[in-house]
Nanobody
Framework: QVQLIETGGGLVQTGDSLRLSCAAS????????MAWFRQAPGKEREFVAS????????YYADSVKGRFIISRDDFKTTMYLQMISLKPEDTAVYYC??????????????????WGQGTQVTVSS
């Protein structure tokens, strides 16, 4: 089974930038979407961004549009999340995910089959 490993989290200040990476343990060509979700303390896990393998279309939560960019390296089966202009409300554990099903929207946590262990992003004010 493919495992997803996130790296790149940390403690930054408001307005700073950070890049998260998600690497699959082996190359796989059977995924349909990869996505980032996040979960803040006391809150439900929420969608951040996703990318569709077939056409590289990207999707973003309104709260991160214009500040976050999702991208991928197909050869490495690695996904990235470039985050700029970070705000304290971006503080959360960020999870990488992968969907192995073809007919999903790529916007809901229930669309995804594989999850990473999460990486903490903390933005201080």
């Amino acid at each position: 089974q493919v495992q997803l490993i996130e790296t790149g989290g940390g403690l930054v200040q408001t307005g700073d930038s950070l890049r998260l990476s998600c690497a699959a343990s082996r190359r796989t060509f059977t995924w349909s979407f990869m996505a980032w979700f996040r979960q803040a303390p006391g809150k439900e896990r929420e969608f951040v961004a996703s990318i569709k393998r077939s056409d590289d279309n990207t999707y973003y939560a309104d709260s991160v549009k214009g500040r976050f960019i999702i991208s991928r390296d197909d050869f490495k089966t690695t996904m990235y999340l470039q985050m700029i202009s970070l705000k304290p409300e971006d503080t959360a554990v960020y999870y990488c995910s992968m969907s192995l099903r073809p007919w999903v929207t790529g916007l809901n946590s229930t669309d995804f089959d594989l999850w990473g262990q999460g990486t903490q992003v903390t933005v201080s004010s």
